[in-house]
């Protein structure tokens, strides 16, 4: 389970990271990193301004 | 760059610089980190902010300021304008900023008072010793090291980790955060004040601003509260209403970002650990501005830092000083403006249009947001019932 990001998309402004109810997601410079930690619940992809994310399960 | 200081803040924002410079300017070491290898960008802000807040903290600079505006108009969904805060005298009264500039004239203001300043280095951890934060991990340029503090800040905006590697958990629900876009756009008259354009009509749960930058151009954006956002995206809505409303608009720059509008949260300190400005969510949940109070916060923080080194106690004991002194002073607005954005998110277009008809004849030019608050629930008391707690209980 995890998060697809459309990197060409993202505009990397950390708004999924701070929704993420496990802190699986960082912000690192101009890309997201997802850890194993994700739950695939989808906030991130919810919240993300340009629809950037997309949720594996 | 040295393995220990007294104070290290994450995040170079005007909450983390504001933090450094004062605490440096006590006479404390600090390292003031910030992951991107460019201090401001890229910009995640609308960039308006109120001169008088602003100039308790920095002299005013034309380098940092893209236009002034003479006050604020709302626009309810059928169009009626409400013009606030117009002097008399038409002074200036707000600045919209260049925050690429400011942000990184506020981290020199930090360095020449003694702060070291490190771009390109991450916070990837926090150090620990008998459960009290005692540093960072962090990487520079792909190296990792362990660097030492008394204190840590985080500073680290709306995508905050440093609070929740201490413990507090910051993470924000999806009826706690706007989700934003906004273009810079040139090609159009935006005038001399800022307006934001309020209805379901335009974007839900949020508003549409237009912000005068100078120069037939002005930041254009808007926010979606998350909660409200279904599967509509803030770019989308945002192309929408300029294709709708300034067809001849040419977008210079596209910026997003989440602004958390969630209220004061539980829990700012633990030992060794304060948050400040987006990190601590304390930007305004009605208006979403959040520059000012994270300035104020940041001093407040710096302040407690030197505090905490006179004492030699950077625990929870000394630290709780920051704590009580911004929910005496932000955090209590914050509150009222919860109380505010929680009751217009659920008004209906016809309910918002009704509240500006009921202005009709009322002359509120120099009214702040307070006042032409009780103006509008003196005018519509059943309808903004939920607000009594906000005014004299006598009215």
Not at chain 2, 105 to 126: P, Y
Not at chain 2, 233 to 241: D, E, H, N, P
Not at chain 2, 283 to 307: F, H, Q, Y
Request: proline content about 3%.
């Amino acid at each position: 389970m995890s998060v697809d990001v459309n990197r060409y998309k993202c505009g990397y402004c950390g708004a999924c990271v701070g929704v993420c109810p496990v802190g699986a997601l960082e912000l690192v410079e101009t890309w997201i990193e997802v850890d194993n930690t994700c739950t695939s619940c989808g906030v991130c992809a919810k919240i993300c301004p340009v629809g950037a994310l997309v949720v594996v399960k | 760059m040295k393995n220990r200081y007294d104070v290290i803040v994450v995040g170079a924002g005007p909450a983390g610089s504001i933090t450094a410079k004062t605490a440096a300017s006590g006479g404390l070491s600090v390292l003031l980190i910030e992951k991107r290898q460019e201090i401001g960008d890229p910009v995640r802000c609308a960039e308006g902010v109120g001169k008088d807040a602003l100039i308790k903290h920095i002299e005013p600079d034309k380098k940092w300021i893209a236009a002034e505006v003479k006050g604020s108009m709302i626009l309810a969904p059928d169009g009626t304008e409400i013009k606030m805060s117009e002097d008399a005298s038409s002074k200036k009264i707000g600045y919209v900023l260049e925050r690429k500039v400011f942000d990184r004239a506020l981290a020199q203001k930090a360095a020449m008072a003694g702060a070291e300043v490190m771009v390109k280095t991450r916070a990837t951890g926090l150090l620990r010793n008998n459960g009290k934060v005692t540093g960072i991990n962090a990487m520079y340029m792909g190296e990792t090291q362990e660097i030492k503090a008394d204190i840590v800040i985080g500073a680290d905006g709306v995508e905050s980790k440093v609070g929740r590697w201490g413990g507090i958990d910051t993470s924000l629900k999806p009826g706690d955060i706007e989700t934003c876009a906004q273009f810079l756009v040139s090609n159009i008259d935006a005038g001399e004040y800022s307006k934001f354009f309020l209805g379901e009509k335009y974007t839900p749960g949020g508003y549409v601003w237009i912000f005068p930058k100078g120069e037939n151009t002005a930041n254009v954006g808007l926010g979606i509260l998350g909660s409200k956002s279904g599967n509509v995206r803030a770019i989308s809505l945002l192309q929408r209403f300029i294709d709708n409303y300034m067809p001849h608009a040419k977008i210079l720059e596209i910026v997003v970002g989440g602004v958390p509008v969630s209220g004061p949260i539980k829990q700012t300190i633990t030992d060794g650990l304060m948050l400040v400005g987006d990190a601590a969510r304390q930007s305004d949940p009605l208006t979403g501005g959040g520059i000012t109070n994270a300035m104020d916060a940041g001093k407040m923080a710096g302040e407690v830092c030197i505090r905490a080194k006179e004492n030699g106690d950077y625990s929870v004991r000394t630290l709780k000083e920051y704590e009580d002194k911004w929910r005496a002073s932000i955090g209590r607005e914050l509150s009222k403006s919860l109380l505010v954005k929680n009751l217009l998110i659920k008004l209906t277009d016809e309910q918002l249009n009704q509240l500006a008809h009921s202005l009709n004849g009322i002359d509120v030019s120099g009214m702040e947001l307070s006042s032409l608050l009780l103006v509008l629930f003196k005018k519509n008391p059943k309808l903004l019932w939920e607000l009594r707690t906000l005014f004299n209980p006598r009215i």
